[in-house]
């Protein structure tokens, strides 16, 4: 004991010991094992290392309630600026103060590296990180911290179970609270159940409204910047698409802002059974303006003439780059892909965008087959004759019900789409059909199995290869996506099975831009190739030169205008344009 005691006095000086502890040691009123276990304490204490005590309990979520809803600013962000202003127009129409964030960058990915955990993924970092980055930057206009906390609410989607990004609501949560923003309120909409509305005096009402405003506002949106990018490749005067582009959003968003809310006027709240039935009437009226009204179709119509403006020339030999993959690396413009979309059209490529519209037909879909695949388990095994019949019965009128309301929710959204898809002379690329999709990946890849964009990686590839409406597809994931990375593994099945297809996975994050983009460089030059074997061929098929066609531009203008209905046939659009003018020469 002694010659332990000694030990431990030798390595006071040099360990740094507790004296007190060292001091009941040598007097013996402490034992060896009391004095570690003291030390240990002292120690945990120090570096804050104390076990907490009890079960961990989720920090208390300040509400946004509707009290507040004046004061309070939504702050929200992940998809392209364009659906962002007509979101935030919407916002503004149903008495909201919001505000979008700009797109983040490579300084927003380190900060959200910084304030968070390790291990999360790529859309996480740059979500939190140029969220703080905006907090910050109203700090620096004047606002104080407590201010932001209490007049500020982000919100956010989140996504399915399998999917991280939407296991990272308390990530956001922990990240601000380093950055010193503790108690900033964070809104999650989830992929399947959607915002909570549990308390009647919720701030952000899910109402028709609002559901029906962010339909319309991604309908359109997809609309209008599909056209740019089908314009902008071949725009005679550089910057005249992106001009049109903006004078159109602007203008469809001032609409949107000025719309009225329809109400029912004091006179008919007299009369007793309209007053009881007020929400219902306001609402039927509300969707059958939806259906058979003719406001968008008329805000399309003039968007059609802003973009017709533009002239463009078609004999611009450009592969087609079709983008898939994960929802956020493919919809945004920022340095969260590498500014990928940017970079394919310096190099000469014209990008094939994916629209965010279908995502919600997908969810549709998705939900239907779940419904279809979970039919008649609510039927338990123990019952037996007549109670069994009855509950059967029961759970079959349920699941037509939902089947019902799910088929015709499918088929009034696709008609909305085509409808306004028309407006711009079907150039748009039009909405897929998910039942062909389902049936083409499901051999590859499992159409039940859900997480990130499930089967349509898979089915996509396919579909615009074997269709030739692409000459290749470019498929942007972060990196670690686990739902990408099973669809990555199973591409290439689909490679092997078909030869003429041009595919390339490309994860990104926050480092690694130069590697990408040589890789898309390299593939590229394949899809380049095609191109341009595919209109050489073209030509002497039809038995046109180019100097001919280009000789015919001159002579008759309309062939430069931007809403020129293409054959269908063919690949590339310089390859269709030669066929086009091919048969006006006839």
Same mark, same amino acid.
């Given at each position: 004991?002694?010659?332990?005691?000694?030990?431990?006095?030798?390595?006071?000086?040099?360990? &740094?010991?507790?004296?007190?502890?060292?001091?009941?040691?040598?007097?013996?009123?402490?034992?060896?094992?009391?004095?570690?276990?003291?030390?240990?304490?002292?120690?945990?204490?120090?570096?804050?290392?104390?076990?907490?005590?009890?079960?961990?309990?989720?920090?208390?979520?300040?509400?946004?309630?509707?009290?507040?809803?004046?004061?309070?600013?939504?702050?929200?962000?992940?998809?392209?600026?364009?659906?962002?202003?007509?979101?935030?127009?919407?916002?503004?129409?149903?008495?909201?103060?919001?505000?979008?964030?700009?797109?983040?960058?490579?300084?927003?990915?380190?900060?959200?590296?910084?304030?968070?955990?390790?291990?999360?993924?790529? @859309?996480?970092?740059?979500?939190?990180?140029?969220?703080?980055?905006?907090?910050?930057?109203?700090?620096?206009?004047?606002?104080?911290?407590?201010?932001?906390?209490?007049?500020?609410?982000?919100?956010?989607?989140?996504?399915?179970?399998?999917?991280?990004?939407?296991?990272?609501?308390?990530?956001?949560?922990?990240?601000?609270?380093?950055? %010193?923003?503790?108690?900033?309120?964070?809104?999650?909409?989830?992929?399947?159940?959607?915002?909570?509305?549990?308390?009647?005096?919720? &701030?952000?009402?899910?109402?028709?409204?609002?559901?029906? %405003?962010?339909?319309?506002?991604?309908?359109?949106?997809?609309?209008?910047?599909?056209?740019?990018?089908?314009?902008?490749?071949?725009?005679?005067?550089? &910057?005249?698409?992106?001009? *049109?582009?903006?004078?159109?959003?602007?203008?469809?968003?001032?609409?949107?802002?000025?719309?009225?809310?329809?109400?029912?006027?004091?006179?008919?709240?007299?009369?007793?059974?309209?007053?009881?039935?007020?929400?219902?009437?306001?609402?039927?009226?509300?969707?059958?303006?939806?259906?058979?009204?003719?406001?968008?179709?008329?805000?399309?119509?003039?968007?059609?003439?802003?973009?017709?403006?533009?002239?463009?020339?078609?004999?611009?030999?450009? @592969?087609?780059?079709?983008?898939?993959?994960?929802?956020?690396?493919?919809?945004?413009?920022?340095?969260?892909?590498?500014?990928?979309?940017?970079?394919?059209?310096?190099? %000469?490529?014209?990008?094939?965008?994916?629209?965010?519209?279908?995502?919600?037909?997908?969810?549709?879909?998705?939900?239907?087959?779940?419904?279809?695949?979970?039919?008649?388990?609510?039927?338990?095994?123990?019952?037996?004759?007549?109670?069994?019949?009855?509950?059967?019965?029961?759970?079959?009128?349920?699941?037509?019900?939902?089947?019902?309301?799910?088929?015709?929710?499918?088929?009034?959204?696709?008609?909305?789409?085509?409808?306004?898809?028309?407006?711009?002379?079907?150039?748009?690329?039009?909405?897929?059909?998910?039942?062909?999709?389902?049936?083409?990946?499901?051999?590859?890849?499992?159409?039940?199995?859900?997480?990130?964009? %499930?089967?349509?990686?898979?089915?996509?590839?396919?579909?615009?290869?074997?269709?030739?409406?692409?000459?290749?597809?470019?498929?942007?994931?972060?990196?670690?996506?686990?739902?990408?990375?099973?669809?990555? &593994?199973?591409?290439?099945?689909?490679?092997?099975?078909?030869?003429?297809?041009?595919?390339?996975?490309?994860?990104?994050?926050?480092?690694?831009?130069?590697?990408?983009?040589?890789?898309?460089?390299?593939?590229?030059?394949?899809?380049?190739?095609?191109?341009?074997?595919?209109?050489?061929?073209?030509?002497? *098929?039809?038995?046109?030169?180019?100097?001919?066609?280009?000789?015919?531009?001159?002579?008759?203008?309309?062939?430069?205008?931007?809403?020129?209905?293409?054959?269908?046939?063919?690949?590339?659009?310089?390859?269709?344009?030669?066929?086009?003018?091919?048969?006006?020469?006839?």
């Amino acid at each position: 004991m002694h010659d332990t005691v000694r030990h431990a006095g030798a390595g006071q000086e040099g360990d &740094g010991l507790d004296p007190r502890i060292l001091a009941a040691l040598r007097d013996g009123s402490m034992t060896l094992e009391e004095a570690v276990a003291a030390e240990r304490l002292r120690l945990e204490k120090e570096f804050g290392l104390t076990p907490r005590k009890g079960h961990w309990q989720r920090p208390a979520e300040h509400a946004f309630t509707r009290a507040q809803r004046e004061r309070t600013t939504v702050l929200f962000g992940g998809l392209t600026w364009k659906h962002e202003r007509l979101i935030q127009a919407n916002l503004h129409r149903l008495g909201y103060r919001s505000e979008y964030l700009p797109a983040p960058d490579v300084k927003a990915y380190e900060t959200g590296k910084e304030f968070s955990n390790n291990g999360l993924c790529n @859309p996480t970092y740059f979500t939190v990180g140029n969220l703080i980055h905006h907090l910050q930057k109203l700090e620096k206009e004047g606002r104080s911290r407590q201010h932001i906390i209490d007049n500020y609410v982000f919100f956010t989607a989140g996504a399915c179970g399998p999917c991280r990004f939407g296991m990272y609501e308390a990530e956001y949560r922990l990240a601000l609270r380093n950055a %010193g923003y503790e108690g900033f309120r964070v809104l999650i909409l989830q992929q399947e159940g959607g915002l909570d509305q549990s308390h009647a005096d919720a &701030g952000l009402e899910m109402n028709l409204d609002f559901t029906l %405003g962010i339909i319309n506002a991604f309908m359109i949106a997809d609309l209008l910047n599909d056209m740019a990018y089908k314009l902008r490749p071949y725009e005679i005067e550089p &910057g005249s698409t992106n001009a *049109a582009l903006e004078h159109a959003m602007e203008y469809v968003a001032t609409a949107i802002e000025e719309k009225e809310i329809f109400a029912l006027g004091r006179s008919w709240s007299n009369v007793p059974i309209i007053r009881h039935n007020q929400r219902v009437i306001e609402n039927v009226v509300k969707f059958a303006v939806q259906l058979f009204g003719r406001d968008r179709r008329a805000l399309l119509n003039d968007c059609r003439d802003i973009f017709s403006k533009v002239r463009v020339d078609r004999t611009r030999v450009k @592969p087609i780059v079709k983008i898939t993959g994960e929802f956020w690396a493919q919809t945004t413009e920022g340095d969260g892909n590498f500014r990928m979309f940017d970079f394919l059209e310096r190099e %000469g490529a014209e990008v094939m965008i994916e629209p965010i519209a279908p995502w919600l037909m997908y969810l549709l879909h998705q939900e239907k087959q779940s419904r279809k695949d979970r039919r008649l388990l609510d039927v338990p095994d123990e019952l037996r004759g007549w109670p069994r019949i009855r509950q059967r019965i029961r759970s079959e009128i349920t699941y037509a019900r939902t089947w019902s309301i799910l088929t015709l929710a499918e088929r009034l959204y696709s008609r909305e789409y085509r409808r306004l898809r028309r407006r711009m002379m079907n150039i748009p690329q039009p909405m897929q059909d998910q039942y062909m999709l389902q049936r083409i990946g499901h051999p590859y890849y499992h159409s039940r199995i859900e997480g990130g964009e %499930g089967h349509l990686e898979v089915a996509k590839n396919i579909y615009y290869a074997r269709e030739k409406l692409s000459h290749m597809v470019l498929s942007l994931k972060p990196f670690g996506c686990l739902p990408s990375t099973q669809s990555d &593994g199973v591409q290439t099945a689909v490679v092997a099975h078909y030869d003429d297809i041009i595919y390339l996975p490309i994860e990104t994050s926050g480092e690694g831009e130069v590697n990408a983009q040589s890789r898309v460089q390299m593939t590229l030059n394949d899809a380049r190739e095609r191109a341009r074997t595919e209109y050489e061929d073209t030509l002497a *098929a039809c038995g046109v030169t180019e100097t001919r066609i280009k000789s015919e531009m001159e002579r008759n203008p309309e062939l430069t205008r931007a809403f020129l209905r293409l054959p269908r046939q063919g690949t590339g659009t310089a390859a269709r344009f030669a066929r086009l003018v091919a048969q006006e020469l006839r």
